[in-house]
């Protein structure tokens, strides 16, 4: 009755993930005084042995555990992806819970139960167990959101994001009853179209209300609206987690569902196609508007959910998966690390209990601090897609994708975006560069912990932007053994 | 389908029916037949036995939530101890160190919450200093 043992070795992240956890909720009340560095170090060794352990899953395809999971080189990736933004963000964290004065060992312990969730997520070949891995991921950062405790504003966005996201996962959680009723299973690779009479409404309505469930965990309009507030409110660097893992996890789980069940591809596209479109112009156009630079960056991650929902319609339209999925893959990687560094990089400029979030507070930013200010415009400039950066080849794969599968309206409306997009990136690049300093601040201290996070973030920007062939590779690989159609 | 689904349920409606009207009727019929003689003390919201002390709608210490949503939160584990006992021949020692390992990781949040002072109704002052 035992699981063999490669099963144990195929979830051998999330054990680590989930140990790490533990043991650190347990020494915390333990420790008194000097325990910043034990604990920092727990946390950051605890999700990079993770993200190392990956090689077992990678090198162990199949299915695990009387196959609630399937191990393959999708969900390997986004493993990946994931655990590398936990590890990133829990080092780019501990600065900043010092300044906040709110440095516990359970913040990281929640981030590194946040990142179980998401890896399940990513593995679920059943629904239960994505909506397990949904639940863990998704409870752990409501706890987050919230964590200044002291602060009102952090205070409602943990509020509003656990108000809706339960009702989020009260459809995802209703579709999956009815998909169940429908088909007569909860495994994935099982849901054929039924044969019963009657019951293909009931597949399509199951799916409709997942679709509209996992809708809100990527904010993807019109279920974005939680997404400025929740941003702004919650701590920088877990705005940063936030912004770029769940995201991931949710689009994986999509993609899954997209890829193997067969009903899905057809009955969502249209949903898809229309949802795209609404999110990259709600995103652009409110982030045009915003003063404040969180604020600005939430609704840029609005928008650029909607970039990637572009590629999963082209996924859904055509026979041919890969090319979108691959496109999906890429682009989440990309989008992960410019949008964690400059969500990261917010998070320090913003100085103490973030009281420098506004624009006009970046303003000559380039002459006092001139590698800060490069690097954060190197973000900026990727997240607007400028060619040398990742974020340029990312929307170019997304657009060939769309272009493969003949959605040209989607494709010229991706490119309006773009242009919109610019005008706000490039206001706080002129901002930075063209604008007097304000000269009675002290300029913002960078500590290595944050530099490092910040140069391994911008080494990726370039990297995927110069060098995609090999992470490219990957992801084809990655669509490739999905189970297709 | 649907015809039998009803058949199967109609005994249930029934029962719910005569339910409601029988608690509709007596209530009706008290109150018609009844004699009502209101005093101060008999229109007293009851607070077993003792006078009222004041209003029931005040903030209450934070502390009764704690307790109620640890006790919540180890009562449904609890939960899932019945479905485990009810294959456990079955399962055997698989069974067993699942069931182990899943107590363990309660045993180290109840550790976790015994440290942190979240069991003590009045925590000391240097607990309190720790729990913030």
Redesign the interface.
Known sequence: ???PRQDVLRLMPEIILSLSG?LL??I???L?GARRTLIVTLAALGSGLALVSTIYPATLPGTAFSGLLRIDGFSVFVHVVVEAVAFLVIIGSADYLDREKIQHGEYYALVLFATVGMCVMAGAAELMTAFVGLETSSISTYILAGYRRDVPRSNESAMKYFLLGSFATAFFLYGIALLYGATGTTQLARMTFPTTPGRERLLDLGLGLMLVGLAFKIAAAPFQLWTPDVYEGAPTPVTALMASGPKAAAFALLLRILATVGAAGTFWFWALWVSAALTMFVGNLAAIAQSNVKRMLAYSSISHAGYILVALAAAAASDQVELGVAAVLYYLAVYALMKLGAFIFVSQLGGESERHMEIDDFRGLAVRQPVAAACFALFLLSLLGLPVTSGFLGKFYIFNAALASRLIWLAVLLAINTVIAAFYYLRVIVVMYMRQPNQTWPPAPMPWAVTFVLSIAAAGTFYLGLFPGRVMALATQAALSLPGR | MSGNLAQAYAPLLIHLLVALGLSAILLILSSLIGQHRPTREKMQPYECGITPVGDAREPFDVKFYLVAMVFILFDVEAVFLYPWAYVFRELRWFGFTEMLLYILILLAGYVYLWKKGALDWNPSKTQRDRQT
Do not use: A, G, W
Request: proline share 20%; hydrophobic share 60%.
């Open positions: 009755m035992f699981p533990i909720m347990l915390e009340p333990f008194s």
